[in-house]
């Protein structure tokens, strides 16, 4: 199991040979890699993604254990940015590997709707020299409810 909370960005295909490469134990691996998405109403020039350092990762980590818990995940791996990020760039990733497919994807589901609706970051978008906070989604929240 992995968290980690970075500002540079990473590379998805590294990231993921290195966190199978070798495992015998797993019939499965689900990833999912958030990207920072251009709107064509109003152009983002960039978002600025703020954080606590360590009450972000202990937070993470402390799903990260349930989804274990919750699905016989054998492993995991989180990686989040923080700082300025363009259209187009990597935000985050979440990998899971499990014996079989379905317990693989649920857990990456219930990590991801996480780190969408709970983890401890902040967004902020900045176009046309305007910033704003980027606000939660009722469909985020309908997301994470599904979960309890």
Known sequence: MSV???SHRFDIGAELEAFSSG???????VNFCGIVRQDSESPLARMVIE????????SIRKIEDEA?????????LIVHRF?????????????TLAKHRAEAFS????????LKSRAPFWKKEIRSGEASWVASKLSDEA??????
């Not at 495992?23 to 691996?29: E, K, L, N, S, Y």
């Not at 700082?83 to 990998?95: D, F, Q, T």
């Not at 589901?109 to 996480?114: A, G, N, P, V």
């Open 4 to 6: 980690r909370i970075q």
């Open 143 to 148: 997301a994470l409810d599904r979960w309890n």
């Open 23 to 29: 495992r015998t134990d797993a019939g499965a691996m």
């Open 68 to 76: 274990k818990d919750r699905w016989s995940l054998i492993d995991s």
């Open 83 to 95: 700082g300025e990020l363009g259209p187009g760039e990597p935000i985050m990733m979440v990998a």
């Open 107 to 114: 857990a990456a589901e219930f990590l991801m709707d996480y």
């Open 51 to 58: 954080h606590y350092p360590g009450m972000t990762e202990k």
